[in-house]
């Protein structure tokens, strides 16, 4: 009955998740089972919906979800169920359910491509696998293998790839939610003993390319998103519904996103719930060196993006004869200054919903930093960096980040 | 249909929120409708559960709730539904539901008190109605007029108070939590246009007595509950998930709660999820004064909790010849210091779930303040303090701030 859902990519999957707990420390006479995707079992949808075209899909207030999604509940007594993929549908929650008080939830998002070449890919899910773990762990839910997660991601693409992803659709995506709720039904503040992972997979507009690129404003001095001791490297909804205000404020005034600034410095972290990049070249006196420059992961404050990540690999390989890769704190009052003195060449954000999305412009406290777009597009490095990204997420070019799905037979 | 569920206290409710929206700006002729207690309609229970002894009902890992809760939901542009109070059961939410991704949730907590007059009280319910459109408003969720929330409070107990918390119950409570959720089932980091709020009525058990004391280990140095700009104020889910991993660890060396230090300066905040407060004698050189102290609300780092402010009140009130009540930002290391110079009287920690309950240790990087109990109890002010409310929640003492609530006929 299982699919072939395998893992074909030439990398293998991490086997190690630094100091993070793999398991939930029982030992192997206990009656607790850990995750395992090998015993995913299957019930098939009989009502079929019918797939919209990408448009209609992403315009409504609704995400429109594909035909199943996977379930396993987890208990701290007996540990992790069999794994279920099911017919997509609402979830059943009392409303004392640790989740809906305390916030104890995580998730993660990746996309699935139809390739040019018609193959299904997964884009390095090995670390969107290891970092749902880690922010698990960071909210007090259980821990689990990442290669059964990945497994199961896999899995759910392997059956609703081939209707709700179809050959025909190159160049098109799906967006897959990995998430995890705390569902124990008791009140108090503490750690849950019964947890829900569930998968789904639906459409999400796209939104790497908004008409003049995105327009950042600086978030309000009264405002902070994460702080050095929180919580802002885990992908935990706490970083998000306090996150909403000061976005909702921004967009009134016609900006996109907020650029969110850290400390009295003004440190420059994240851009919306995306990473932050800028591209300038040093002042002439320290060498006039083009630098591609973004905040560092030490200090905990921002996540550790999967495209972050990327862009940071891809330009020190392809891209170090021309720039310097920097992960560093900078402030608002760098950039400014580079963008003042005519050294400020490009900007993005990063992340898997925006993917790679130009910067054009970013607004502090009355002052404007404009950003040149080119042909309505980024610069020629943002540019680059995207296509590189985009050929091997789509199959142009073959690359161990690219993990095909073996689609099951329809 | 609708039972006298009516506000008897002296005491008018507040008719003002500090610069807080009531409303969500809609004009007269728009079809949004506002909350509105008086429209409640009532679907009674069919199948009446026994309603178990106190402590039968909180040995669990179950809360048990009474027969019925209060629900209404909200859409942005309808506005609230008619709320309803109907038998309580589980809630089904879209697997994209917006509060299981980024934690678009509030809640409050207060009790319900049989008194040893008979009546059924509710503490301060307006205290606790304000604070709920403040946690709202904060994490995007929608505005109300905090009176009608109230009134809907005071209409389930109504229903349920007279079976669940019968008069021959005398000094008991059950434990009410009115919670507002963004239901939104649409995946994107944006403010929900759709919400559910409800109230359901339970058993907590007593928390205020522990033997020998609430012990308390400070927070380590690499986690930080609240910060300057953030949301430490409000009742919302993102402050509990994430300090649930230092409460664990806490509890393994047999503490019961953390004491939340803020900054390098080490700023005692909240003690667990409950307001922190200390009583000590200034030293001779400052006067030898003795001081109730805890943290202000000014830098909006600590919850405004409603315990925390009568508190203050009453000591304010009935205490002013025999010590100063001081709100302030004060350090660990002051602590420490009053407690080797036998300056350290009393302390206890005020919340709604833990009451006033008497502090017996501190453990701090290696150091262990004592603080004396006396009998197992708190020192004479603490339970001073503690009778004071006490005799307030139960009708001891006739008082505005117990609210009556006129119960329906059986």
Known sequence: MAPAAVVTSSEPVSTTVDK????????????YQELDASKLTYTFTTNPRPV??????CAGTETICTDHMITASWDIVTGWSTPELRPYGPLSLMPTASVLHYATECFEGLKAYRGYDGKLRLFRPDCNARRMLLSSTRISLPAFDPRELE??????????????????????FLYLRPTLIGTQPQLGVQAPRQALLFITASFMPRMDAPPGGMRL???PEDMVRAWVGGFGYAKVGANYGPSLLATQEARKRGFGQVLWLYGPEG??????????FVIWRTPASEGGRLQLVTAPLDDKLILDGVTRRSVLQLARERLAEELDVVERRYTIGEVLKASREGRLIESFAAGTAYFVCPVSAIHHRGEDIEIPMIKGEGGQYTSKLKNWMRDIMYGNEQHEWGVVVEEREQ
């Open 20 to 31: 993070l707990p793999l398991s939930n420390g029982h030992d192997a006479k206990s009656q």
């Open 52 to 57: 919209p075209d990408e448009e209609s899909a």
């Open 151 to 172: 497994r199961l991601i896999l899995a759910l693409m392997a059956v609703d790839g081939p209707r709700w992803l179809p050959r025909d659709r190159k160049g098109s």
């Open 217 to 219: 404003h600086t978030s």
């Open 267 to 276: 440190y420059c972290t994240e851009a919306g719930a995306s990473n932050f």
